[in-house]
């Protein structure tokens, strides 16, 4: 489903990917390991279209994205939940997750906000609260909520498990396995490889902006927890 081929991405001079190469297929959920500044965030900034790519391509059913504009790719099915929960602070829980379903009929962001209330109560109690007045655990959720608001073919997560308490791991953990029974495919990223090994499929452990193994999670376990301590 995503083909991401040879991918370069710089800062001025600084090399942040120096040609990486991800697939993702079809309801599964791949996972990217890896330490600080291993380049996580650039290949998922990449495919959504924050970071412009140097070279190498990023194919989404086929469909070349590098050449489509940042705010056009969520209408080619794709949501995505920002490092370091990004929440917008002062704009209400519900206009925080709804925002992520602009552009959608009334009635499809009703069903969807309905169903994210099932799985999270409190975006219902709080709802009408801004959103920077949460816990960090609840923001989080806040803000996988408005990636997950639009339905996304294709989830883009970006270390959903920074800096959680156990309690929000799991929540955050079951929210990811309610889309994947939905299935949509999941591309994520973590530092903390041990919860996140649990719900992928397959995995790719990146250092300096490559990537050093990649397989089944089976496969790629032992690499990835010894990154987890770096
Ligand atoms: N905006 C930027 N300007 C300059 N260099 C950057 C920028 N963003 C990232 N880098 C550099 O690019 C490299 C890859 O960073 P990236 O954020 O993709 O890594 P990461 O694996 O997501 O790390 P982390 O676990 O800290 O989130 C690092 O060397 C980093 O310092
Ligand atoms: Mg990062």
């Excluded at 900034?45 to 970071?51: E, K, Q």
């Amino acid at each position: 489903m995503l083909e991401i081929r040879d991918l370069q991405v710089r800062y001025g001079g600084i090399t942040a990917l120096a040609g990486v190469s991800i697939d993702v297929r079809q309801n599964e959920t791949v996972l990217l390991v890896g330490a600080n500044g291993a380049g996580k965030s650039s290949t998922i900034n990449a495919v959504i279209g924050l970071v412009r790519t140097a070279g190498g391509s990023i194919r989404l059913d086929g469909k070349e994205l590098t050449s489509i504009p940042c705010e056009r790719r969520a209408r080619e099915g794709i949501g995505y939940s920002p490092e370091g929960r990004r929440v917008f602070p002062s704009m209400t829980v519900a206009e925080n997750v709804l925002s992520g379903a602009f552009g959608m009929g009334r009635r499809h962001q009703r069903e969807s906000f309905d169903w994210l209330v099932s799985l999270f109560p409190f975006l219902a109690e709080r709802a009408s609260q801004p959103a920077g007045q949460l816990s960090g655990g609840q923001q989080q959720l806040v803000a996988i909520s408005r990636a997950m608001c639009a339905m996304p073919r294709l989830l883009l997560l970006d270390e959903p498990f920074l800096g959680l308490a156990p309690i929000w791991v799991r929540q955050i953990s079951d929210a990811i396995r309610q889309m994947q029974a939905r299935n949509t495919t999941i591309l994520m990223t973590e530092q903390m490889a041990r919860p996140a090994l649990k719900l992928a499929t397959r995995g790719y452990v990146m250092r300096g902006g490559e990537v050093r193994r990649a397989g089944s999670v089976a496969e790629i376990q032992d690499s990835a927890l010894a990154e987890e301590y770096l």
